[in-house]
């Protein structure tokens, strides 16, 4: 990895570093979602969600789809797909395991 792909790498992550952020991803995993729809989803205004829609195009980790005047935004390849469900099972298992430790 070269220091320029780094940086990069580490931005991503930074960005979904941000809890809001990181749902709207989410919310996207099923499929497209419109901006009300990711509005109503995490609970934040439509300003708030737009921002934050705005930094995860800039950095490829959503794309937007405007049919008529509606605004829908969904995952642009398996890799985001891939990347955020992996790390979701990596959480369950490790709440599975701590559950576990307790009982």
Known sequence: M???QASELAETFRLLGEPNRLLLV???LDGPRSVTELTE???ASQSLVSHHLRLLRAARLLRQRRDGKNVFYDLPDCHVATMLTNMMEH???????TEGLIK
């Open 41 to 43: 989803a995490i609970g």
């Open 26 to 28: 989410t919310e996207c």
């Open 2 to 4: 070269t220091p320029d």
């Open 91 to 97: 959480i369950d298992e490790s709440d599975n395991e």
